[in-house]
């Protein structure tokens, strides 16, 4: 029999964290979320997305074991943003059982009716400016960080339960070997006509990373709030997710574009250390994932382009072209083998034609779902 109990203590917060790691643990592309940081993101106390926001964690048991999880979720800035009154879901992962799966969507279907919601819209966890998509191409190599991963039955499930694509979103990936050279010397030259507009290209500055944090905030939330899926983030929750950054921040992959001292675009690349948290069993820092996170940062060779921002006005000056060239001639210098730009979304013009004009390949797609609620 399979029964469905609500997430309401710390014995039950452990199993949807640690439920994942049983179901992967034969997975060689499988990499595990540190259990802190999932505790974390959880936990209505410590994120800020629960100050303005709600959501129920649900697990499925099935004699006695845990078979299934899924998070329940009410984004009222989302909603508010774009006029809408979707409600989400999140992270779903379950047993190859399509029953099992069937039980979850219908407690997330039945929560998000009860709060008076048209629709539900996934997988988000718990919203576009955290872990979201459905990998449904490129499971055959392990995710970068910040990326989902799952089993290829959840597509069957989701799109049996009646679920249909809403978008894909593109990742890339870059050979910095592969660029071609004369697209670097064209960025040299766009370089040179920005500093005549007093355009400057800089590294970040780490020790004003606060005030750096608040600036990039401000462009973050202008430059995509056109875009589809996104959600405005407050101070809060930037400043949540910056804590987290600034603690694999590498500041040559790090630039900022300025006109007269004023922050106009932002580019973020970081090291992808999940090359060190597939590693790292279940998750756990102590007692040696930690040694392991310290000792094995210099040893990365992957990286992913997380964000890249321009202000809607300077879009057609080529920032975006010296942000890539600068982050591709850093690769080089750090002998990266390989770098990720992710992720894209597909009708995105703007962001897909350059990249393909600099060598890189799409190679993993993820899917957003919806369905309406009857």
Not at 119 to 130: H, K, L, R, Y
Not at 142 to 150: A, C, F, G
């Amino acid at each position: 029999m399979i029964t469905i109990k609500k997430v309401e203590n710390g014995a039950d917060k452990k199993k949807f964290i640690d439920f994942v790691h049983d179901l992967y643990k034969d997975d060689k592309n499988y990499v595990p979320e540190l259990y802190l940081a999932q505790s974390d993101l959880i936990n209505p106390a410590k994120n800020p997305f629960f100050k303005h926001s709600k959501a129920d964690l649900f697990i499925a048991e099935k004699d006695g074991k845990v078979v299934g999880r899924i998070a329940a979720i009410r984004n009222n800035n989302y909603n508010e943003f774009t006029n809408t009154k979707s409600g989400f879901f999140g992270f779903f992962d379950v047993v190859n059982d399509y029953e099992v799966a069937k039980k979850l969507l219908d407690t997330a279907n039945d929560w998000i009716k009860k709060e008076g919601l048209t629709d539900i819209i996934g997988p988000t966890n718990f919203s576009t400016n955290e872990t979201c998509g459905l990998l449904v191409e490129g499971l055959d190599s392990p995710p970068v960080i910040m990326m989902t991963y799952n089993k290829a039955y959840y597509q069957t499930f989701l799109e049996k339960y009646g679920f249909k694509k809403q978008m894909d979103l593109v990742a890339y990936t870059l050979d910095p070997m592969d660029m071609p050279e004369k697209l670097l010397r064209l960025a040299k030259g766009i370089e040179e006509r920005l500093k005549r507009r007093n355009i400057t290209v800089r590294k970040i500055n780490m020790k004003a990373f606060d005030s750096e944090v608040k600036a990039v905030k401000d462009i973050y939330n202008a430059a995509w709030d056109k875009n589809w899926g996104f959600v405005p983030m407050t101070d809060d929750e930037f400043k949540y997710q910056a804590k987290d950054m600034k603690m694999i921040l590498d500041k040559d992959f790090a630039y900022v574009a300025e006109e007269n001292g004023k922050v106009i675009a932002f580019s973020l690349t970081i090291p992808n250390v999940n090359e060190i948290f597939i590693t790292i069993k279940r998750g756990r820092l102590l007692p040696t994932g930690l040694f392991k996170l310290l000792m094995n940062k210099s040893k990365i060779k992957s990286a992913r382009v997380i964000t890249l921002g321009v202000l809607e006005e300077y879009r057609k000056l080529g920032i975006d072209v010296v942000f890539y060239a600068k982050n591709m001639e850093t690769a080089r210098e750090k002998k990266l083998k390989y770098a990720e730009a992710s992720w894209i979304l597909e009708n995105n013009k703007e962001m897909n034609s350059p990249l393909i004009s600099i060598n890189a390949k799409p190679y993993k797609k993820y899917r957003i779902y919806e369905k309406k609620l009857a």
